[in-house]
């Protein structure tokens, strides 16, 4: 086998020497060969070890072409789903929430930054603080996030002051929201009115997450 | 036939476990003759196919604002109308807080 680049072996010149003894070729019997040939794959359909592209797709099974079907199908979907989860957890991340502080003999609602651990993808819940500034004796707060009930979310003063304050996971978007202080009705002065058409009751709004 | 009676089973619970978790949430804010009607109200938008928190929040505000009776059967009814325009306006495909913000929207 040890043969240089450009000379032939002794193999090779034996087979050279092999076919120069064979009858020479009749062009006419070749073209022969290879028209009956061709006519023969025309004519034979089915499916052969060598064809480069087999005509797979009209013999494939129906029950094959539906689970194909299906199969891109769940695809398509998972796909879409994972963006959809993917814009989803970036919106949530993105929530920027603006700090308000109450002044005095005002109530006012500060709005915190959400954290990750209290959120989940599904209700996006944001910790909300809401601050009421006054001599009472008992605040609440009632909203569309608390059933209006206004036994579910008292607020706390801070001791040896005038501040009230209660956190609540609010989902993010718009709510209307009014303390009871002292079971009074009691608007947040320097939050957005809420118009009432239905009970002529104004209340107090608020956008939580982002605009 | 027997295989279809766990269906239908499932089909009378669904509804009448949804219309208890609204009467509880009701609870007793509401007097007898009002929580009948907005009852029957949140059933008629369940059955359409809207948003029913809305009209129980709306029934419980206008509870701790003290409304009237009449007036939380009128606030839940025209909520229930709103909801329904919002619905049509926000065609083909609006989710639950959509239809319920287009109903506010129409306020």
Redesign the interface.
């Known amino acids: 086998m040890a043969e240089r680049r450009g000379e032939p072996g002794e193999i090779v010149e034996r087979a050279v020497e092999a076919l120069r003894s064979q009858p020479p070729t009749d062009g006419d019997a070749v073209a022969q060969i290879v028209a009956s040939a061709a006519r023969a794959r025309a004519e034979d359909s089915s499916p052969n070890d060598d064809d480069l592209f087999p005509a797979v797709a009209a013999r494939r099974p129906s029950w094959l072409r539906v689970a194909s079907f299906a199969a891109a199908v769940a695809g398509i979907l998972l796909l879409g789903f994972g963006l959809w989860r993917s814009i989803q957890r970036q919106g949530t991340r993105d929530t920027v929430l603006t700090a308000t502080r109450s002044a005095v003999g005002s109530a006012s609602p500060v709005f915190r930054a959400a954290s990750a651990p209290h959120e989940s993808a599904d209700a996006a819940l944001v910790p909300t603080q809401f601050v009421f500034d006054g001599r009472a004796r008992h605040v609440a707060l009632?909203g569309?996030f608390n059933?209006?009930?206004?036994h579910a979310t008292p607020l706390e003063r801070e001791p040896g002051s005038s501040l009230w304050s209660v956190t609540v996971p609010i989902q993010r978007?718009?709510h209307?929201y009014a303390f009871l202080v002292d079971s009074t009705?009691t608007v947040d002065r320097r939050a957005p009115v809420a118009r009432?058409?239905?009970?002529g009751?104004t209340g107090s709004v608020i956008i939580v997450g982002r605009p | 036939m027997r295989s279809r009676l766990p269906l239908a089973v499932v089909a009378v619970a669904i509804p009448v476990a949804l219309s208890a978790q609204d009467t509880a949430r009701l609870g007793s804010r509401l007097d007898s003759a009002t929580q009948t009607v907005v009852l029957r109200t949140v059933e008629s938008a369940r059955t359409r196919g809207l948003p029913v928190e809305p009209l129980v929040d709306k029934a419980l505000e206008g509870a701790t604002k003290r409304a009237t009776g009449a007036r939380i059967q009128a606030a839940v009814s025209a909520l229930l109308r709103r909801l329904e325009l919002a619905r049509d306006a926000l065609a083909p495909n609006p989710g639950p807080r959509d239809i319920a913000a287009g109903a506010d929207a129409l306020a």
């Open positions: 009632v569309d059933n209006w009930d206004d978007g718009r209307i009705w009432d058409p239905d009970f009751v």
